[in-house]
Every structure is written in C-alpha cells, then in structure tokens.
C-alpha cells in the first residue's frame, strides 16, 4: 500500500530554537497533506491542511506563526515549529490522501515525537 | 462542532473477543474509521464503514452501524496479544469533502494471556 514517511522520528531540542519535521508520500503524489498534533494519551488534533502550491489552512486556535507548513512539492510538506517552548513538546502526525477530492484512502505517518527541554 | 467519544480502556483474555464502541455527535457523517496505534507509531487503518451501511465484515472485524443512536462499534473476534493497542474511532462530516477527520478519544485495548 501507499506509504507516508516523517523524518525525524524522534527530536529534542532547547527552548526558543526551531525544529522541522518533513512528510513525505513515498509512492503517491499527494497535493494535499495534514497535520495532527496528539498530547499523551489523547486524541489526534487536526492542527492545519497542507497544499502543495498554496497556502496551507490552519484549524482555530491554532497559530500560523507558530506552525509554518511548506508544501513545495507534490511529495514533501515540512512543519517547522518555531521558537519552540516545552508546551510544544507533542507527537506531530502526518497524513496524505492517494487521491484527491476527499477521495482515496488516507495513510498516516510514522509520527514524529518532540521534546523541547 | 463534531464530537466523538469513546471508552479509555478495555481489557480481555486471549482468544475472547473484543468490543469497542464509539458514539459521535455528527448526524452529516459520511464514513466512519477505525485505526489502531502502536506505541510510538502512526495510525493504521483498519476498515472503515460507509454511512448507509449497518454493518461491515472483514477477517476477524466486524464493524456495527447504529446511525439512529449514532452509535459505532467494533468487534476483533479472538483477539491476540498483538492486537494490544489503541483503537481510535473517526468520522468525516458530509462538507469539506471529506478531508477532515474527528478523531475519538482512543480506546486501549488490553490483551491478557
């Protein structure tokens, strides 16, 4: 099946520095891609919708600013978390629909854990 | 907006069968999801479930549909170790093209020997 990759896995970093998560559609192209943000042990929260060409679309409450997401390709977004704090710290996952339109399944990445000290 | 609940935890003997359930808010819900998550890893789709469907069958999953109640359930039929995982319940609202997922609170399922 279709496979989405994240790199890096797992990062840690200090607070105020910036950190970048790359997903990636290995074997599909994906123009539109998304980000989820789970807290332990808790649900997935749809922070914003990444597409590729355009701006990408943010959930309320979540802030631009804070969670730049590049879609420059048709296989590659990146979520920089900028100035990243403690409170960031949090399992980042991505996913890609194989087609679009609402349609085609949708695959999930490995995840990519951070921890801002 | 949507809301999707589940139980937090289930525990059960090797070879029982498991039931999870799922109850969401959204009447405009098109289909419905069933993922499971590993420790540390992504989300794994299991099956999934069509609005005008009551109930889906596939190997040792059975996925039940009470739309009136709004109601989702899934049975794993003789459940192993390696099912020992967190089950999560999805749903897509009829706007947005179905692109948007409202995740359930995730149900942990337990596999005792």
């Known amino acids: ?117 | 907006g949507e809301d999707v609940e589940q139980s937090l935890f289930l525990s059960v003997r090797e070879g029982d069968s498991s039931v999870i359930n799922c109850t969401y808010t959204d009447s405009s819900s098109t289909y419905l999801y069933w993922y499971k998550q590993e420790p540390g890893a992504g989300l794994q789709l299991l099956t999934y479930i069509f609005s005008n469907m009551d109930m889906k069958q596939d190997q040792r999953l059975t996925v039940l549909l009470n739309k009136k109640d709004k109601h989702l359930s899934l049975r794993i039929a003789d459940t192993q170790t390696g099912d020992s995982a967190i089950y999560f319940c999805a749903e897509t609202p009829l706007t947005g093209g179905g692109n948007k997922l409202t995740f359930g609170t995730g149900t942990q399922l337990k596999v005792e020997l």
């Open chain 1, 1 to 117: 099946g279709a496979v989405v990759s994240q790199h890096p896995s797992r990062v840690i970093c200090k607070s105020g520095t910036s950190v970048k998560i790359e997903c990636r559609s290995l074997d599909f192209q994906a123009t539109t891609m998304f980000w989820y943000r789970q807290f332990p042990k808790q649900s997935l929260m749809l922070m914003a919708t990444s597409n590729e060409g355009s701006k990408a679309t943010y959930e309320q409450g979540v802030e631009k600013d804070k969670f730049l997401i590049n879609h420059a390709s048709l296989t590659l977004s990146t979520l920089t978390v900028t100035s990243a704090h403690p409170e960031d710290s949090s399992f980042y996952i991505c996913s890609a629909r194989t087609q679009g339109g609402g349609t085609g399944e949708l695959f999930f990445g490995e995840g990519s854990r951070l921890t801002v000290l």
